[in-house]
T-cell receptor, first 109, second 115 residues
Framework: RKEVEQDPGPFNVPEGATVAFNCTYS??????FFWYRQDCRKEPKLLMS???SGNEDGRFTAQLNRASQYISLLIRDSKLSDSATYLC??????????FGTGTRLTIIP | ETGVTQTPRHLVMGMTNKKSLKCEQH?????MYWYKQSAKKPLELMFV???????ENNSVPSRFSPECPNSSHLFLHLHTLQPEDSALYLC??????????????FGPGTRLTVT
């Protein structure tokens, strides 16, 4: 089983819709979780950290489910500028960040 | 954004060449990282430096040689590379040397092509 697994997509979503991604991780000792976004041919950029109680930043909501070992990202009222690849990132318990392969999202006008 | 800078942005080199990638962070961080990103693969951690000391070498071939003269600068020296080493090389920095506890901030990367 991969340490971090994501549905690669692509997700093609109309503008204004709500979209959600899940990501599963294998190491139950993982402590830190993040969502990054990566635009085509650019570097990954931190979108948000994921806290145990869940957290929200504008149109973005992140959730952590330790029992089922997954994290989620919800994007409301999607914008064209949200088109990117979303990377799930986990501290896999050995003091290294492990990146998922990413979920590709395209917002359609 | 100029928090983490990398040069060059693009590099084409032959298998017998020697070149170096440079990374500089202006965020006051004390940990720096090299990652490799190949097409359709997740980011692969290569090296970690914490307060200038290498704390992680993720089974990287010796043709990649890192150097960290201070907490703000990181180099990756390349020699006798193979075509399969062609990839995007990303530098990152963070507040903590533990790597996993704090967010990492990435530079724009060097797109390397080995011919």
């Amino acid at each position: 089983r991969k340490e971090v697994e994501q549905d690669p997509g692509p997700f093609n979503v109309p503008e204004g819709a709500t979209v959600a991604f899940n990501c599963t991780y294998s190491n139950s000792a993982s402590q830190s979780f993040f969502w990054y976004r990566q635009d085509c041919r650019k570097e990954p950029k931190l979108l948000m950290s994921v806290y145990s109680s869940g957290n929200e930043d504008g149109r973005f909501t992140a959730q952590l489910n330790r029992a089922s070992q997954y994290i989620s990202l919800l994007i409301r009222d999607s914008k064209l500028s949200d088109s990117a690849t979303y990377l799930c990132v986990v501290n896999s318990g050995n003091e290294k960040l492990t990146f998922g392969t990413g979920t590709r999202l395209t917002i359609i006008p | 954004e100029t928090g983490v800078t990398q040069t060059p942005r693009h590099l084409v080199m032959g298998m017998t060449n020697k070149k170096s990638l440079k990374c500089e962070q202006h965020l006051g961080h004390n940990a720096m990282y090299w990652y490799k990103q190949s097409a359709k693969k997740p980011l692969e951690l290569m090296f970690v430096y914490n307060f200038k000391e290498q704390t992680e070498n993720n089974s990287v071939p010796s043709r990649f040689s890192p150097e960290c003269p201070n907490s703000s600068h990181l180099f990756l020296h390349l020699h006798t590379l193979q075509p399969e080493d062609s990839a995007l090389y990303l530098c990152a920095s963070s507040r903590s040397g533990t790597g996993g506890s704090y967010e990492q901030y990435f530079g724009p990367g060097t797109r390397l092509t080995v011919t």
